[in-house]
């Protein structure tokens, strides 16, 4: 009953504007009468005619509203999804080299700030009031940049990208939160990220922000040039010779 799309656009623009006439839904969807008054019949179910003659949702017609509305956020959703999932996850590897450029990045920013709140001297360096202003640093770095294009610089150098599992777009709460557990609690992120043995997952606050980190560049295994792989080859050496009839 509802699988036309237009009778779906007549219940949206009718929940919108609370009451329309058979005028109204004509101009505004440019159908010829005879094809509206089908389509109007057909959703007797879903609309009520006052007696001013202009159509209003009835009690169905308002359930089907939201049945519809939430079957468009899930096509959505589902589709972003599907985008998401088309990029492998990136490798220990590559995102361990994106963090130690990330640091080093980071570290040059500290250093090249001027420091208003206390001497900076190399003595100094390894003062703790020094490590927090660093870690605090770093995590607002991290957290700008990831939240604004999913990458940090050292992420764009690597071609790595930071999305969200339900594919929706970044946000700056999630990359907080993601980098929260990098910045100032890696070796218990790293622990219990590893004990929930899913390979999306290298750290546990990637899975409690709902994000993963994926490669925009992933290495493709080549095929052998004649095609044929080397387990079939192996099946050849190893089956016996079959007599000629």
Known sequence: MLSHPLRRQILLY????????FTDFANVFGVDTGKLSFHLRSLEAFLTQPPNGKYKLSRVGENAIVLIKDL?????????????SI?????????SVA????????GIIFVAMPNILYPF????????????????????????????AGQSLGKLLMRLKVVRTDGKNMLYD?????????????????????????????????KFAGTIVVDLEPKIA?????????EQLAEVRESPLQPAN
Do not use: H, M
């Not at 963090?99 to 980071?106: C, M, N, S």
């Not at 218990?188 to 990220?193: C, F, N, R, S």
């Not at 095929?223 to 044929?228: A, D, F, I, L, Q």
């Open 222 to 230: 080549k095929p052998p040039e004649n095609g044929t792989t080397q």
């Open 174 to 206: 999630r990359a907080a939160i993601r980098n929260f557990g990098k910045v100032f609690l890696l070796p218990v992120d790293l622990a219990v990220g590893w004990r929930l043995k899913d390979k999306r997952f290298i750290r546990y606050f990637d």
């Open 14 to 21: 009718l929940s919108e504007k609370q009451e329309c006439s």
């Open 99 to 106: 963090f130690l450029l990330d640091v080093v990045i980071a």
């Open 87 to 95: 990029r492998p996850v990136a490798s220990w590897r590559k995102r």
């Open 72 to 84: 468009e956020t899930w096509a959505v959703e589902t589709e972003s999804a599907k985008k998401t």
């Open 121 to 148: 001297t190399l003595e100094a360096i390894f003062v703790n009031v020094n490590i927090i202003f660093f870690l605090v640093l770093f995590w607002a770095y991290l957290t700008l940049l990831e939240g604004f």
